[in-house]
């Protein structure tokens, strides 16, 4: 059993403190307002600290004396309204749920959507999402994903800099608001998937070290000290983030973890963190008899993460498969600087639709090794990809999606290729319309020496990719405020377009119109100086596809078997403003002309 630390009611107004400090010789808990305000609390032989006091009004300010000299707050503090560096709150988890039947769908028939709480409304905060959910479940969509949203220093920041992991943030509606998002949310049909860090904690705010040995200097990450999940004491450190991944679960009934960058937890263990924490969402799946999914986002490739236990694996259920996206940007831009430079060929984009990974066990120029594993026999359900997301749009320099880099036509070919492709798709909020703003990296830190580091790591971060132009100011209030969601395209006959392009693809997605690109009996065809991918899948009843990624009219020729070929979509019909002229019909052995930057699909019986 993980040990469970913070302020833990245990009935109404009976409140018990616990925090982990070995190394301390004493821990005095201090509560704001009452007559005897400082309380000697009783260590045990594990450094765990406690003290179980009356008349603890939920909203309580509490803090920590160390050693009679140093006043911190609770590192598992559950509300830090007050801010990262003033007392922690006591907080009740009681809620009024309505989900009790509820049961997410399963993982294969998610259409994910990513969105970013502070930017995707003009208020930023979660009740404002709420009456936007009927939008969301209109488009197709069925689970959101929410970016971070643990406590971090200011009121704007992606959500990566958290630095009190079991404390939602304030400006955001704290946790009385996450939980009415996410009742809102079973109560229409979605699930809701949150994004944690369990690499690192952010620099401002962050002082779990005068706690106790939470980091190591054994390894380093690129955004601070690694985390100590392998070290001595590290069982103490494991039972706080498992601790905290399961009280998302459980106390805020979200049905998935996005576990951020798994490539920059560094752990030696027999059995590895994400393992461990696996399995202590197993036992709270048998215990509440509903499923509760793991996702984790590494750039390593390594299959490993979803091997079962038995295995030597984590036993994860699926992982972000970045290849995917990168081969689709490569070959829609032309960008061939930083990682895109292992990329760029109609190949790489065959032979991710085949097993999600270009890079299995092969070496890579741009990181000059080699990389990856072999992911043959994991279902395509195992992995999400996506077009565009959080990272790939928002470090950029200046923070340009992917409607802001290519043409329209070009823009629907790269919806296509990810809404039929076999694996999980992820949508970026407001990719669905082509929101005209960019999406930018913002920061609001009380440090200026902070800002400044932040600043120059941000120019740096761009140098292989050769951008030019100056960093936008990652403080600046605009550039929050410039990063937010318009929802102004009902006039743009354009966005409205692409958004009925997406909606439409993801309705027939999910009636099954593309499944046998899913199955096993799917051959790829490259046309790579023409810069086509052919996908013909299925066996009695056959899909076929051809996806043009030149500028230049091509033409094809349908297979030679086969019968007829009946149309099921082009993404140059005149419905979609293009051109029109795609046959309804063709036969076996036909040629067809595709438009250039164009996509077809076709069904026979």
């Not at 502070?118 to 969509?141: H, K, Q």
């Not at 690694?226 to 805020?252: C, G, K, P, Q, T």
């Not at 831009?333 to 109609?346: A, H, L, Q, V």
């Amino acid at each position: 059993m993980h040990e469970r630390t913070g302020a833990i009611y245990q009935d109404q107004n009976r409140c018990k403190f616990r925090v982990w400090a070995p190394f301390r010789k004493s821990v005095e808990l201090h509560i704001e307002g009452k007559n005897e305000s400082r309380f000697a609390m009783e260590q045990d032989g594990q450094g765990y600290w406690e003290r179980v006091l009356d008349d603890i009004p939920e909203g309580t300010k509490y803090s920590f004396r160390l050693d009679q000299e140093l006043t911190r707050l609770d590192p598992a503090s559950r509300d830090q309204s007050a801010g990262v560096h003033n007392a922690s709150k006591t907080l009740n988890a009681d809620y009024d749920w309505d989900d009790r039947d509820w049961q997410p769908m399963p993982l294969k028939n998610m259409i994910m959507y990513e969105l970013h709480t502070g930017t995707f409304t003009p208020s930023g905060t979660f009740e404002a999402i709420i009456p936007r959910l009927d939008y969301i479940l209109d488009l197709g969509v069925n689970t959101i994903e929410l970016m971070p949203v643990c406590q971090f220093p200011g009121s704007r920041n992606w959500g990566y800099d958290g630095v009190y992991p079991y404390a939602v943030q304030d400006s955001y509606g704290g946790a009385s608001g996450l939980k009415k998002l996410v009742n809102a949310c079973h109560q229409k049909g979605l699930a809701v998937i949150l994004d944690v860090v369990y690499n690192h904690l952010g620099p401002e705010g962050n002082y779990l070290n005068d706690f106790g040995p939470y980091f190591t200097d054994k390894y380093k990450t690129p955004w601070g000290a690694a985390l100590n999940f392998d070290d001595a004491f590290s069982d103490h450190v494991r039972s706080y983030f498992i601790n905290a991944a399961l009280m998302w679960l459980r106390e805020f009934h979200i049905d998935a973890l996005r576990l951020d960058a798994v490539h920059a937890i560094f752990d030696n263990s027999a059995r590895h963190i994400l393992a461990e924490m696996r399995e202590a969402a197993d036992l709270l799946e048998q215990r509440e008899h509903r499923p509760y999914y793991l996702i984790a986002e590494s750039d390593l490739n390594d299959v490993k993460l979803l091997r079962s236990y038995h295995e030597g694996g984590c036993n994860l259920d699926a992982q972000w498969a970045d290849d995917f996206h990168h081969s689709v940007h490569a070959l829609a831009t032309g960008e061939r600087n930083g990682y895109y430079s292992d990329f760029g060929k109609i190949e790489n984009l065959a032979k991710t639709f085949r097993q999600a990974f270009v890079y299995d066990g092969r070496y890579s120029g741009f990181r000059k090794r080699t990389i990856g594993s072999d992911p043959s026999g994991h279902p395509p359900e195992k992995f999400v990809v996506c077009i565009q997301n959080h990272d790939q749009v928002g470090n950029r320099m200046k923070g340009e999606r992917l409607s802001h880099l290519v043409s329209f036509e070009m823009t629907k070919l790269c919806a296509g290729a990810m809404l039929i492709s076999p694996f999980v798709p992820l949508l970026f909020m407001g990719e669905e319309y082509g929101e005209k703003h960019p999406f930018l990296y913002f920061v609001s830190h009380s440090d200026p020496v902070l800002v400044e580091a932040v600043r120059k790591g941000r120019q740096q971060e761009f140098a292989s990719f050769e951008w030019k132009g100056e960093v936008p100011d990652p403080q600046a209030t605009e550039t929050f405020e410039l990063s937010k969601l318009q929802w102004n395209f009902d006039g743009d006959k354009t966005q409205v377009t692409l958004r009925e392009y997406y909606r439409h693809l993801i309705t027939m997605r999910r009636n099954g119109h593309f499944e046998n690109f899913a199955s096993d009996h799917i051959e790829t065809r490259i046309h790579e100086n023409e810069m086509i991918l052919e996908l013909q899948a299925g066996v009695d009843q056959q899909n076929l596809a051809f996806f043009n990624f030149d500028q230049k009219t091509r033409e094809v020729r349908l297979p030679s078997s086969g019968g007829n070929w009946q149309k099921v979509l082009a993404s140059w019909d005149a419905e979609w403003l293009g051109p029109g002229g795609a046959p309804a019909l063709a036969e076996a052995n036909c040629r067809i002309t595709l438009p250039p930057e164009s996509l077809i699909i076709f069904i026979n019986q």
